[in-house]
C-alpha cells in the first residue's frame, strides 16, 4: 500500500462512517399521541361504508378504493386524497357530502395505505403518480374532474397539478396542504403529528445522488396515533414513501408549474399548519390562488364539520376562475 493510499484511506472513511450512522441510528423517534388530529374521526357513522373496490396498477399491484355514485347523471367527479397515515375510511363524510350534492366522489386507498399494496411502503419514487394516472385512465371519472387532496394528500394533489400530468383534471382542490417543512405555513413537526428522521433521510438521500436505492425502504416518519390506531392504520413511511406523497422540493416551481384552476381550504384553527401564511406562500411562489379561511375549523374538521363540507362542496361545484 502507498503512503498516498494509507492517507487517503482513513480520510474518506470519517465521512463514510458519519453515514453510516445517520442512516442506522438517525430513524424517527415515536411521537405522542395527537389526540386532535385523530379523536374526531371516532365519532363517524361508517355504517353505510362502501365497500372496497380494486384496479390494477401497471405493475399489478391491486389499487382499492371507494365509489359515491349520484342517482342521476354526475354534476362532475372528485377524488379525494386523504392525509397521512389514513386511509379513504377518513374522506367518508366528505364523499357523502359531494354525491349528495350530485358529484361522483371516489376516496383512494394510496398505495401505502390501507388496502392498496405494502403499508407504509411504495416501489420508487414516483409510483404514486403513475398509480394516480392509472386509476383516471381505468374508471374514467365524469368531467368536469377535481383532484381533492386533504393535508398530506393535498400537497400530493399539488404535486400532480405542477407536473406533466395536470391535465388528468380539470382543477383542484387543495385541503390544509402539506406543502414544504420550509414553507412558512409549516409548524414545527406539523404541531406535534409527526416525528422526521432527518439524520437518516439527508443519509439516504446522499446515496439517492449517487443513483443508490437500496436502503429506501427504511422508515423515516412516525405519526402521532395510539397503539389501536397505529394497528389500524399507516404509522410510518419510508423514504421512498415520504418523498413521493408531498410536493417535490422545489414546490414553489411546482406551484408555478400548475395550469390548471386551482383553490385552498384550510381552518383558521388548523393545528398542524399556519392557515393564515397560505395566501401569502402562494402568492410568493408567483402563483396567487383563492385561499378559503374557515373560522372555528381545525385540522381534521375540515373534512367533518358542515360549515367545512360546506365549503368543500361549493369549491367542487363552483365555476373556476380562468387562470
Do not use: C
Not at 412516525?222 to 414513501?241: D, I
Not at 372555528?296 to 369549491?315: F, K, N, S
Request: net charge neutral; proline share 8%; aromatic share 8%.
Amino acid at each position: 500500500m502507498s503512503a498516498w493510499t494509507k492517507i487517503v484511506l482513513p480520510l474518506l472513511g470519517v465521512p463514510l462512517a458519519l453515514l453510516a450512522a445517520a442512516i442506522v441510528f438517525g430513524g424517527p423517534s415515536q411521537p405522542q399521541p395527537m389526540g386532535s388530529i385523530s379523536d374526531p374521526f371516532r365519532s363517524v357513522d361508517y355504517g353505510n361504508l362502501p365497500p372496497l373496490q380494486r384496479l390494477a396498477a401497471r405493475d399489478g399491484t391491486p389499487l382499492a378504493f371507494r365509489s359515491y355514485l349520484p342517482a342521476g347523471t354526475p354534476r362532475g367527479s372528485v377524488v379525494l386524497l386523504h392525509g397521512s397515515s389514513a386511509d379513504s375510511r377518513s374522506q367518508h363524510v366528505l364523499a357523502q357530502a359531494l354525491q349528495q350534492a350530485g358529484l361522483a366522489a371516489y376516496a383512494l386507498d394510496v398505495r401505502g395505505h390501507g388496502g392498496s399494496g405494502e403499508k407504509g411502503r411504495i416501489g420508487h419514487p414516483g409510483q404514486l403518480d403513475e398509480d394516480l394516472e392509472d386509476f383516471m385512465r381505468t374508471v374514467e371519472p365524469a368531467r368536469p374532474s377535481t383532484l381533492a387532496g386533504f393535508s398530506a394528500g393535498g400537497g400530493f394533489a399539488l404535486r400532480i397539478a405542477g407536473s406533466e400530468r395536470q391535465a388528468l383534471f380539470d382543477r383542484y382542490l387543495l385541503l390544509a396542504p402539506f406543502l414544504s417543512q420550509n414553507a412558512p405555513t409549516y409548524r414545527p413537526d406539523s404541531g406535534g403529528w409527526v416525528s422526521v428522521g432527518v439524520p437518516r433521510i439527508v443519509g439516504l438521500s446522499v446515496l439517492n445522488a449517487f443513483g443508490i436505492h437500496a436502503l429506501d425502504h427504511l422508515v423515516v416518519t412516525r405519526f402521532a396515533l395510539n397503539e389501536q390506531a397505529q394497528a389500524m392504520l399507516t404509522p410510518a413511511y419510508s423514504h421512498a414513501l415520504a418523498l413521493n406523497y408531498r410536493p417535490p422540493a422545489d414546490w414553489q416551481a411546482t406551484i408555478r408549474a400548475a395550469r390548471q384552476p386551482m383553490q385552498v381550504l384550510v381552518g383558521a384553527q388548523d393545528e398542524a399548519f399556519d392557515a393564515s401564511r397560505f395566501a401569502d406562500a402562494f402568492a410568493t411562489a408567483g402563483r396567487p390562488v383563492p385561499v378559503t379561511v374557515l373560522p372555528g375549523i381545525g385540522h381534521a374538521a375540515l373534512t367533518l364539520q358542515p360549515q367545512a363540507l360546506q365549503a368543500v362542496v361549493a369549491a367542487a361545484l363552483a365555476e373556476p376562475a380562468a387562470h
